[in-house]
């Protein structure tokens, strides 16, 4: 019993921000759409988690919702975000913004429709830390020439004086990481932050990022739906499927022993000289008219009668992965037979 | 198997595609009404024989929206402008179009030809276009042919320019590549594969046009221009009383005013609908 | 480029513009199907009435000697001389000139504060009662003459209400007159330091101005509706708000990213005004540009029209190219593609 309770007092210690419940809805012409259902996730200190999971899946309304950045028509229905002792979600605004920038900073998915054209890059950097009070000009000025010098900008004054649009996509997107991290936030949350860059300058962003997360012990969350960034990246990995968070756990658990048959697939699909292209068919669910049941079930190749009409509860599978299935864990014959 | 919904779909839905429905049927239906009035309604009164020592009465049993300051009566000649005005403006912007768009087609060409039309176009721009109609109208004859010919002057250009834009976006699209690719004739190419999918914001903005030209018409005929000051039409009714509001007398101005409002209303609520439903879509 | 460079590209290219305009504006009054001679000597006029109208219009001669004529005097800065009152054409132009900038100025304030305001509300507060609010407005404004608008502001603001004058003009018919110096009165009241005859003169300006103003309006907020719109949705936006800026940090954020539609917009409202005030002004007796055009149409004065249409277009196309140099001035991204 003691023990117990001391695993779950230090883990609710450990932890930096404890997703339960979240729901989030859009109102469309066509309905309702439910895009995000219930999802439970949780990040600890120092750690880095990957969300992962095909378009449409809901990481990236997950991650807006957490940041109260979703608007009409959409809304967050339900769920709490539980981020240093305060649920975001019922914070009143002012204090979800002063949170922002500061506790929690964010990388967007495309550096040039995050930085403003029309304004110095030195401006941008003013306002953010105005924004927290921060006045001082000399001072921010210092601060955000160490900030990009940090994310290994050679010539920060240059770049300072400049526009967004003289730079290129590596560099623009390293002036966004810069921002992000001005105000040393203890969470990092990035959304697909390498997607419209090129290959090569994709693992040097990466690389920069996990360094300047480990190096002052942050935690990240990082959206992205490629598995194999999830794999050479993350300690810990969330899959989603249609607003639902399907399997969690360590990256090594979850590559190497999946236990829900999403991720099974997923990982089957990781391309490989080899082997013949493995595709998963079929489509996600109508999220306005969300199906009872588990919204995997049409495309799952495991499919049982009760999938389609009762929803499955979260279990725990052998190397401590909640997942979320009908299916008893029985999942160790996975990897024959496959190309992981 | 099909997976069972849960949700039943809303209320808002339906009610949501009468209102939409509503939103061009109701305009459309109201501007058929006033233009066959105009011609076939019996109406009160004589729009254009004045009432004997009636002048300037207000709005009341007899003549349910008063009388000017000849004696005639408010009503029947604002049903009567109806079927001056709104025909008119209709009729020159017709001929816009039949200007406006195929020298917009070939307008988006490839080449130079293009460009110099919209440096042509740049400059004519410059000018005062309404001024510029009243001008072309009283120097070439104050006649309703002429007022067809200023409209044409304010809208043809605008045409030729939308439709170029649009058959630039269209030439970058895949489809039309693909027709290209093919051998497609240029001018099938322009009037099969261009001209269709434009034709929902060329009918949209054309609608837009004929509000504004209805203000047009009301501004030649306010100065006396154009159109014969006898003749009825709301622009030269809104004249004539104008002198009267002064004094508080408003029902000669104010019920004219009033239907050229409601007309626009209707042509922008068309023009609304049009582009929602026929626009074409922002993909490539 | 620099700004210097870009400002240069554009002047040199004015001079063939304004010989476009020039162009234009001659063919546009002369190269007319129809018979001004006939229009002007009217309908009874006798064969020798007719041919003394055209040799005195100078109609009789061909059309290219017409033109160098027409051209030739320009070029000394000789725009012809009025039918009516024989003065040059320039003269009467800067006559009315200063009248018709005094309102058109005072009007796009007007219609800019209220117009950018309106189209600021209905974006923010996009898909809200609000926005509707905002939107109906922009339609109601747009949707009636603006003659018709000044006609109700007289019924309701002078006759109902009595909180503005009599529309006889620039100053009511007890006033004194300033001295002239540029024909507004607004102008020269200050300049000649009566300030009773000042304070008639703005109140002789109220309902021109909030006739324009308001009508002109509708534009302005539909420009700023369409521009901030989008920029409040747009991912710069969400990063900011991302980072921590206040939603009013957030708003001035997006109309950086809108100004320069909104500003290019109120400066083709500002040519566009010049003469699209003319009805207006003829309503209040302003004095103006534009109803001295009106009335020289409707007198047939030839060349009075063709003056004032070439001078319309010289003049949209400085305030153009003015605004070509704000706008790249505020706009970077302007200056380095061209």
Same mark, same amino acid.
């Given at each position: 019993?003691?023990?117990?309770?001391?695993?779950?007092?230090?883990?609710?210690?450990?932890?930096?921000?404890?997703?339960?419940?979240?729901?989030?809805?859009?109102?469309?012409?066509?309905?309702?759409?439910?895009?995000?259902?219930?999802?439970?996730?949780?990040?600890?200190?120092?750690?880095?988690?990957?969300?992962?999971?095909?378009?449409?899946?809901?990481?990236?309304?997950?991650?807006?919702?957490?940041?109260? %950045? !979703?608007? /009409?028509?959409?809304?967050? #229905?339900?769920?709490?975000?539980?981020? $240093?002792?305060?649920? @975001?979600?019922?914070?009143?605004?002012?204090?979800?913004?002063?949170?922002?920038?500061?506790?929690?900073?964010?990388?967007?998915?495309?550096?040039?429709?995050?930085?403003?054209?029309?304004?110095?890059?030195?401006?941008?950097?003013?306002?953010?830390?105005?924004?927290?009070?921060?006045?001082?000009?000399?001072?921010?000025?210092?601060?955000?020439?160490?900030?990009?010098?940090?994310?290994?900008?050679?010539?920060?004054?240059?770049?300072?004086?400049?526009?967004?649009?003289?730079?290129?996509?590596?560099?623009?997107?390293?002036?966004?990481?810069?921002?992000?991290?001005?105000?040393?936030?203890? %969470? !990092?949350? /990035?959304?697909?932050?390498? #997607?419209?860059?090129?290959?090569?300058? $994709?693992?040097?962003? @990466?690389?920069?990022?996990?360094?300047?997360?480990?190096?002052?012990?942050?935690?990240?969350?990082?959206?992205?739906?490629?598995?194999?960034?999830?794999?050479?990246?993350?300690?810990?990995?969330?899959?989603?499927?249609?607003?639902?968070?399907?399997?969690?756990?360590?990256?090594?658990?979850?590559?190497?022993?999946?236990?829900?048959?999403?991720?099974?697939?997923?990982?089957?699909?990781?391309?490989?000289?080899?082997?013949?292209?493995?595709?998963?068919?079929?489509?996600?669910?109508?999220?306005?008219?969300?199906?009872?049941?588990?919204?995997?079930?049409?495309?799952?190749?495991?499919?049982?009668?009760?999938?389609?009409?009762?929803?499955?509860?979260?279990?725990?599978?052998?190397?401590?992965?909640?997942?979320?299935?009908?299916?008893?864990?029985?999942?160790?014959?996975?990897?024959?037979?496959?190309?992981? | 198997?099909?997976?069972?919904?849960?949700?039943?779909?809303?209320?808002?839905?339906?009610?949501?595609?009468?209102?939409?429905?509503?939103?061009?049927?109701?305009?459309?239906?109201?501007?058929?009404?006033?233009?066959?009035?105009?011609?076939?309604?019996?109406?009160?009164?004589?729009?254009?024989?004045?009432?004997?020592?009636?002048?300037?009465?207000?709005?009341?049993?007899?003549?349910?929206?008063?009388?000017?300051?000849?004696?005639?009566?408010?009503?029947?000649?604002?049903?009567?402008?109806?079927?001056?005005?709104?025909?008119?403006?209709?009729?020159?912007?017709?001929?816009?179009?039949?200007?406006?768009?195929?020298?917009?087609?070939?307008?988006?060409?490839?080449?130079?030809?293009?460009?110099?039309?919209?440096?042509?176009?740049?400059?004519?721009?410059?000018?005062?276009?309404?001024?510029?109609?009243?001008?072309?109208?009283?120097?070439?004859?104050?006649?309703?042919?002429?007022?067809?010919?200023?409209?044409?002057?304010?809208?043809?250009?605008?045409?030729?320019?939308?439709?170029?834009?649009?058959?630039?976006?269209?030439?970058?699209?895949?489809?039309?590549?693909?027709?290209?690719?093919?051998?497609?004739?240029?001018?099938?190419?322009?009037?099969?594969?261009?001209?269709?999918?434009?034709?929902?914001?060329?009918?949209?903005?054309?609608?837009?046009?004929?509000?504004?030209?209805?203000?047009?018409?009301?501004?030649?005929?306010?100065?006396?221009?154009?159109?014969?000051?006898?003749?009825?039409?709301?622009?030269?009714?809104?004249?004539?009383?104008?002198?009267?509001?002064?004094?508080?007398?408003?029902?000669?101005?104010?019920?004219?005013?009033?239907?050229?409002?409601?007309?626009?209303?209707?042509?922008?609520?068309?023009?609304?609908?049009?582009?929602?439903?026929?626009?074409?879509?922002?993909?490539? | 480029?620099?700004?210097?460079?870009?400002?240069?590209?554009?002047?040199?290219?004015?001079?063939?513009?304004?010989?476009?305009?020039?162009?234009?504006?001659?063919?546009?009054?002369?190269?007319?199907?129809?018979?001004?001679?006939?229009?002007?000597?009217?309908?009874?006029?006798?064969?020798?009435?007719?041919?003394?109208?055209?040799?005195?219009?100078?109609?009789?001669?061909?059309?290219?000697?017409?033109?160098?004529?027409?051209?030739?005097?320009?070029?000394?800065?000789?725009?012809?001389?009025?039918?009516?009152?024989?003065?040059?054409?320039?003269?009467?132009?800067?006559?009315?000139?200063?009248?018709?900038?005094?309102?058109?100025?005072?009007?796009?304030?007007?219609?800019?504060?209220?117009?950018?305001?309106?189209?600021?509300?209905?974006?923010?507060?996009?898909?809200?009662?609000?926005?509707?609010?905002?939107?109906?407005?922009?339609?109601?404004?747009?949707?009636?003459?603006?003659?018709?608008?000044?006609?109700?502001?007289?019924?309701?603001?002078?006759?109902?209400?009595?909180?503005?004058?009599?529309?006889?003009?620039?100053?009511?018919?007890?006033?004194?007159?300033?001295?002239?110096?540029?024909?507004?009165?607004?102008?020269?009241?200050?300049?000649?330091?009566?300030?009773?005859?000042?304070?008639?003169?703005?109140?002789?300006?109220?309902?021109?101005?909030?006739?324009?103003?308001?009508?002109?309006?509708?534009?302005?907020?539909?420009?700023?509706?369409?521009?901030?719109?989008?920029?409040?949705?747009?991912?710069?936006?969400?990063?900011?708000?991302?980072?921590?800026?206040?939603?009013?940090?957030?708003?001035?954020?997006?109309?950086?990213?809108?100004?320069?539609?909104?500003?290019?917009?109120?400066?083709?409202?500002?040519?566009?005004?010049?003469?699209?005030?003319?009805?207006?002004?003829?309503?209040?007796?302003?004095?103006?540009?534009?109803?001295?055009?009106?009335?020289?149409?409707?007198?047939?004065?030839?060349?009075?029209?063709?003056?004032?249409?070439?001078?319309?277009?010289?003049?949209?196309?400085?305030?153009?190219?003015?605004?070509?140099?704000?706008?790249?001035?505020?706009?970077?991204?302007?200056?380095?593609?061209?």
């Amino acid at each position: 019993m003691e023990s117990s309770q001391n695993r779950q007092e230090s883990q609710a210690e450990n932890q930096l921000l404890a997703i339960r419940g979240l729901s989030t809805e859009f109102d469309t012409p066509n309905g309702t759409a439910h895009v995000v259902n219930g999802v439970d996730f949780t990040v600890n200190r120092g750690e880095i988690v990957g969300v992962v999971g095909e378009s449409g899946c809901g990481k990236s309304v997950s991650i807006r919702s957490i940041l109260g %950045l !979703v608007r /009409a028509p959409g809304k967050v #229905t339900a769920g709490s975000a539980v981020f $240093q002792g305060r649920d @975001l979600l019922t914070l009143p605004k002012s204090e979800l913004r002063k949170a922002r920038g500061k506790d929690i900073g964010f990388i967007a998915q495309n550096p040039f429709s995050a930085l403003n054209p029309v304004m110095k890059i030195e401006k941008q950097f003013r306002y953010i830390a105005a924004a927290h009070g921060d006045q001082d000009g000399e001072q921010v000025l210092v601060r955000a020439r160490q900030t990009l010098s940090d994310v290994g900008i050679a010539g920060p004054d240059r770049v300072l004086r400049g526009y967004a649009h003289q730079l290129s996509g590596g560099m623009a997107q390293r002036v966004v990481i810069a921002m992000a991290m001005l105000l040393n936030p203890s %969470l !990092v949350i /990035a959304d697909e932050p390498t #997607t419209g860059l090129d290959l090569t300058v $994709q693992r040097q962003i @990466l690389d920069l990022i996990k360094s300047l997360v480990r190096e002052h012990q942050r935690s990240m969350l990082l959206v992205t739906h490629d598995l194999g960034v999830v794999a050479q990246y993350c300690d810990k990995v969330v899959v989603m499927y249609a607003g639902k968070v399907v399997e969690e756990g360590s990256v090594h658990a979850v590559m190497k022993s999946p236990a829900h048959p999403y991720t099974r697939a997923l990982i089957r699909a990781i391309p490989s000289p080899k082997q013949p292209l493995v595709h998963l068919s079929g489509r996600l669910p109508d999220l306005v008219h969300y199906p009872a049941g588990c919204p995997f079930a049409p495309r799952c190749p495991e499919v049982h009668e009760e999938c389609t009409s009762v929803a499955p509860v979260p279990k725990r599978a052998p190397h401590d992965q909640v997942f979320n299935c009908h299916l008893e864990s029985g999942v160790t014959e996975f990897y024959a037979g496959t190309n992981a | 198997m099909t997976p069972e919904t849960i949700t039943a779909p809303k209320q808002p839905r339906s009610w949501r595609r009468i209102r939409a429905r509503a939103r061009w049927i109701i305009p459309t239906t109201a501007l058929t009404v006033m233009v066959l009035a105009a011609f076939f309604a019996p109406l009160p009164f004589d729009p254009d024989t004045p009432a004997q020592g009636k002048t300037l009465v207000p709005p009341g049993s007899e003549h349910w929206l008063g009388t000017d300051k000849f004696g005639l009566d408010v009503f029947s000649r604002l049903i009567a402008s109806a079927g001056l005005d709104i025909p008119l403006a209709i009729t020159g912007l017709i001929v816009s179009l039949a200007l406006g768009v195929p020298l917009g087609l070939l307008a988006s060409q490839r080449g130079r030809w293009g460009e110099s039309v919209v440096r042509v176009l740049d400059v004519f721009q410059a000018f005062p276009l309404l001024i510029l109609a009243i001008a072309v109208v009283a120097l070439m004859g104050n006649n309703i042919q002429n007022v067809v010919v200023a409209i044409a002057i304010i809208n043809v250009p605008r045409f030729i320019r939308l439709v170029r834009s649009e058959g630039l976006t269209i030439r970058e699209s895949r489809y039309f590549e693909a027709a290209e690719a093919i051998g497609v004739p240029n001018h099938r190419l322009m009037f099969k594969h261009m001209l269709p999918n434009m034709i929902g914001t060329i009918l949209s903005q054309a609608s837009l046009a004929v509000a504004h030209a209805i203000v047009v018409i009301a501004s030649l005929s306010f100065l006396g221009i154009g159109i014969n000051a006898a003749d009825a039409s709301w622009g030269a009714m809104i004249q004539t009383g104008a002198q009267s509001m002064t004094t508080g007398q408003w029902w000669a101005s104010v019920f004219p005013g009033l239907a050229i409002f409601v007309t626009i209303m209707c042509f922008n609520s068309i023009s609304h609908c049009l582009q929602e439903n026929f626009g074409r879509a922002k993909q490539l | 480029m620099r700004l210097t460079v870009y400002i240069r590209k554009r002047l040199l290219f004015m001079p063939l513009a304004l010989a476009s305009v020039a162009v234009l504006a001659f063919l546009l009054v002369n190269a007319l199907p129809g018979d001004p001679v006939g229009v002007i000597a009217g309908p009874a006029a006798t064969p020798e009435q007719l041919a003394e109208t055209s040799r005195r219009l100078g109609l009789d001669q061909p059309i290219w000697q017409r033109f160098l004529d027409y051209f030739g005097a320009l070029l000394q800065g000789d725009l012809g001389t009025s039918f009516y009152t024989n003065r040059s054409i320039l003269t009467e132009i800067f006559r009315f000139l200063p009248s018709t900038l005094v309102l058109v100025t005072l009007s796009l304030a007007l219609a800019s504060v209220l117009g950018i305001g309106l189209g600021v509300i209905g974006a923010y507060y996009q898909g809200r009662w609000a926005d509707g609010g905002s939107r109906f407005l922009i339609t109601v404004f747009q949707a009636v003459p603006d003659f018709f608008l000044g006609l109700l502001l007289i019924y309701f603001l002078f006759y109902q209400f009595g909180w503005a004058p009599a529309p006889v003009g620039q100053l009511g018919l007890l006033d004194d007159a300033p001295p002239r110096v540029t024909g507004a009165a607004l102008i020269d009241s200050l300049i000649a330091g009566n300030m009773a005859t000042f304070w008639a003169a703005v109140q002789h300006a109220i309902l021109p101005v909030l006739t324009l103003g308001i009508y002109y309006s509708a534009y302005f907020a539909r420009t700023t509706y369409a521009a901030v719109g989008p920029a409040l949705e747009s991912k710069q936006v969400e990063f900011a708000r991302a980072c921590g800026l206040s939603e009013r940090k957030v708003l001035g954020y997006a109309l950086r990213q809108a100004r320069t539609p909104i500003l290019t917009y109120g400066g083709i409202l500002l040519s566009a005004l010049l003469g699209g005030a003319a009805i207006v002004e003829t309503i209040f007796s302003w004095g103006g540009f534009g109803e001295w055009a009106i009335t020289s149409i409707l007198q047939l004065d030839l060349p009075a029209v063709q003056g004032f249409i070439l001078f319309a277009g010289i003049g949209t196309l400085i305030v153009f190219t003015l605004l070509d140099v704000v706008v790249a001035l505020l706009d970077p991204r302007v200056r380095y593609d061209s």
